[in-house]
């Protein structure tokens, strides 16, 4: 596995270096220091499996660097690796396209998590609350049903643990499970309808049914929902496997 690893800090980008490294004899890290590094890393060489990525660079805003390497490479994976672990960030990277958002503070343990999931076609987000508090004359009352994304107490935030159901709960269709696959690698409705076989109008069927399965209202939601059931109940290949069977 080669791996693309974008940080202007040079401490930073030793450490980790030597982190990721540490995965076995078969991983091979490529450092870049700046986003002109990176850029001319990937024109040189176009065998890299997997770029991870700091948002904070000197010469470039990191999200639009995502945006940027999205579009260019769109199959390459970006994981960004970031110090920030807010919630707006998170949800703003997958929206862009990234794979998975690791905050600098995880672990060894779970930077590898991450990078296993990711390569095993999943998608990564740190244990977290997902959504925005909602105004207090519109919350639910305490009997209601809540859907995969909707805020937990201050407790479960502060632990950085949010419950959530497991895929295998969802009760989705062999077709809608293909549906939501294609769906997490960003795909539009045309080109799953393509890949699938289908209509369009049958494929946004089936991404509405998967929306409301896991009680989203966006593609995005679903990618974030997706990626704490993945964490919490094992990756979503192995259980897309099990779905087919």
Known sequence: MKVLLVDDHPLILSALQT???GLGDHVNVVGAGSARAAREALLAENDFDLVLLDLQLGDADGFDLLVEFRAAYPALPVVVVSASDR???VIRSIDLGA???????????MLFEALHMVMSGGIYVPPMSIGTEPPAQSRRRTDAPASPLNVVNQEATDSGFQKQPSLASLGLTPRQTDVLALLLQGNPNKLIARELGLSVETVKDHVAAVLRALGVSSRTQAVLAVGQMSHQHGGFSAWRGSNKR
């Not at 998975?100 to 343990?109: I, Q």
């Open 87 to 89: 919630a707006s960030d």
């Open 99 to 109: 794979m998975g958002f690791v905050p600098k503070r995880s672990t060894n343990e």
């Open 19 to 21: 982190v990721i490294k």
